[in-house]
């Protein structure tokens, strides 16, 4: 469509903007464990250790339970298998959509054993509500933005004043 230049430049700054960021969390010493998503039915759908997911919390300066799992797509687990890997994890990401944004009082209510992981007990949730945030529309072409969102949560520090795109802590 003769816009190359326009499509190289509005690339390059997504490139720029991921790996800048990126680079100031390289180097963290403090890298915490992190799960992501909930039950759902009798599974726990979470992404591969090979899933562009997984790569961005690693490049977010976080560790992943699965990061030796070859998978690029996700794995169905039981609860009890995500509990045995990822019950000390540090912080816990949930997308969810629903028409009001959850609570640590509605994860117990969907499930009482989801309290039992340290991250519930922190409350150091946050949640991903796509009944209003355009996460699965923006995300692919914006994920300097989520990485910025993951930085920020793992290493308040190093991203003073960060206004979330998609990730905000739980409420009671």
Known sequence: YGCREQADSLFNSVKDS????????????????????RRIGQVWYIPGGKSYIAQLLNDAGA??????????????????????RGQEADFWLIKYHATHDFTYNDLKEEYTPNSRFKAFEKRRIYGCNTQYLRYYEETPFHPERLLQDLGAIFHPALFEG??????APFDE
Do not use: C, M, Q
Not at 18 to 37: C, F, M, Q, W
Not at 63 to 84: H, K, R
Not at 162 to 167: A, F, G, L, N, V
């Open 162 to 167: 960060h206004t979330p795109y998609y990730y």
């Open 63 to 84: 560790e992943y339970p699965w990061s030796d799992n070859n998978n690029t797509g996700s794995l169905a687990l039981s609860f009890e298998n995500v509990l045995e």
């Open 18 to 37: 991921y790996l800048s960021t990126a680079k100031k969390v390289a180097n963290v010493d403090n890298r915490p464990l992190v799960i992501t998503e």
